[in-house]
């Protein structure tokens, strides 16, 4: 095995093989509750239908004191890894700005929690909503020197912005995790891409708050800024044009968001082109519509709901943007390769779904609500109703304890 590696990696190093990089496996996770947008919208004493359609969410995922961005990420890998991936799984990246630890990576805590081989590299990356993105670019290059690796990426956050607060409707809590392979079985990712920062202040979160500030119009309009710069710099660079993709996904703080970037450029196809895009991003924002904003995964759910809801045909391209405030943005493509929803775990995120539980707007406040001590106490937390198989079970001496209920 190891010498018919090696014989491939020649092949690859004396451009005789031409070595696709993509995405291999996607795994994905939600906590068990929601809310139903338009209970929220009578709450606010605001029409349902800002939310639903001005918005465009339909339900929001609330997270048990028991689910953190570790937990809820190692819960979307689990379901991802087999023999093989733990085996070459060498490097673990861990895209998130809902950090648990100003020092430690929240990657560390899942690699242990995932039982992945010591011999492997794990950091925590952070630009907003852009760090799986930064991520997978990474693994794209680890993957470049060592054509045998594989990379875990793990997007994993809990949306915060505050009850009554404008962004509350654009709140959420999930992950996504990749696996970042050579010869991937779902999606090779081009080489090219066009990417943008610039030093803005349209969302942030200081280290001393745990719920998000925002400038909402300014966001909105620095979103389309940087999307409408790095379309056209990707079109400049590659030749594309809008006709040659099947889908273009984006990240979505909420799904009307990403139909407004949509709409600056749909004039540029035809209107069989026009369609085609628009009824495929109405597919890419159906997973979005029920959790909200999972800030890092957000961009790589839609895709998820893209994949896992319609049959596409192999070769389509499919455009991805990504935007993180502050703020970095990057387009690039990826290329849907044979039989690829083999691959996808579509049943289990069907019953992910199914399973969950509706909150009401008085029992989301409660939860909201609940905090870990930040003064140095220890607390255990009572897992029996959380139905995740990785969930937090305490804190001890400033130490965060979890359990793999499945070990
Ligand atoms: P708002 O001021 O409450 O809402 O805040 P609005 O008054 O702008 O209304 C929203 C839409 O609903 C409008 O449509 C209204 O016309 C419509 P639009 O003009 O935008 O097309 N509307 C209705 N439609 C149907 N029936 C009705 C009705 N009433 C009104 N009856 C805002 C909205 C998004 C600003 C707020 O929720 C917010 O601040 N959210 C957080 C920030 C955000 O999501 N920004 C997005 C871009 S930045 C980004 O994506 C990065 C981020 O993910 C963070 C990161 O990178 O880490 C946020």
């Not at 690859?12 to 696709?20: A, D, F, I, N, T």
């Not at 952070?126 to 594989?150: D, M, R, V, W």
């Not at 710099?233 to 990240?251: M, P, R, S, V």
């Amino acid at each position: 095995m190891k010498l018919f590696t090696y014989y491939q990696y020649e092949k690859v190093r004396k451009g005789e093989r031409e070595l696709k990089i993509g995405i291999d496996k996607i795994g994905f996770y939600t906590p068990q509750y929601y809310v139903d947008m338009n209970k929220l919208a009578v709450a606010r004493n605001v029409e349902p239908e800002k939310f639903t359609i001005g918005i465009g969410q339909d339900e929001m995922a609330v997270a048990p004191i028991t689910q953190d961005p570790v937990t809820l990420a190692a819960n979307a890998a689990l379901q991802i890894l087999d023999d093989e991936a733990r085996e070459k799984i060498d490097f673990v990246m861990f895209g998130t700005e809902s950090g648990i630890d100003h020092s430690k990576s929240a990657g560390v805590y899942v690699h242990q929690l995932l039982g992945l081989k010591p011999n492997a590299r794990t950091i925590e990356l952070k630009q907003a909503c852009y760090g799986a993105t930064a991520a997978i670019q990474l693994a794209k290059g680890h993957i470049a020197l060592n054509p045998e690796s594989k990379v875990l990426v793990l997007a994993s956050d809990i949306a915060r912005y505050g009850i009554n607060t404008p962004g509350e409707v654009t709140q959420g809590a999930g992950a996504v995790a990749l696996i970042i392979s050579a010869d991937p079985r779902i999606m090779v990712l081009d080489d090219a891409s066009a990417y943008l920062t610039k030093d803005i202040m349209d969302f942030w979160r200081p280290t001393y708050s745990d719920v998000a500030f925002v400038d909402g119009k300014y966001s909105n309009e620095q979103y389309l800024e940087f999307f409408g710069h790095v379309w056209d710099e990707y079109k400049e660079k590659t030749g594309l044009t809008i006709a040659d993709f099947e889908a273009i996904c984006y990240h979505l703080p909420y799904t009307k968001m990403g139909l407004k970037a949509l709409r600056t450029i749909l004039d540029e196809g035809s209107v069989d082109v026009q369609e085609r895009l628009k009824e495929n991003y109405q597919i890419s924002t159906l997973y979005s519509r029920k959790v909200g904003n999972i800030y890092t995964a957000s961009l790589y759910l839609s895709l998820l709901s893209l994949l896992e809801q319609k049959e596409l045909e192999a070769g389509s391209r499919i455009g991805l943007f990504s935007y993180g405030s502050g703020a970095v943005g990057e387009f690039f493509s990826g290329i849907l390769q044979p039989n690829y929803r083999d691959f996808l775990k579509i049943d289990h995120h069907t019953n992910l779904f199914n399973n969950r539980t509706e909150l009401s707007v008085s029992k989301y406040e409660e939860i909201f609500e609940e905090s870990l001590p930040t003064d140095g106490s220890s607390v255990d937390l009572d897992t029996t109703n959380d139905p995740a198989p990785i969930c937090l079970t305490g804190i001890k001496e400033h130490m965060r304890q979890y359990t793999n209920k499945n070990k």
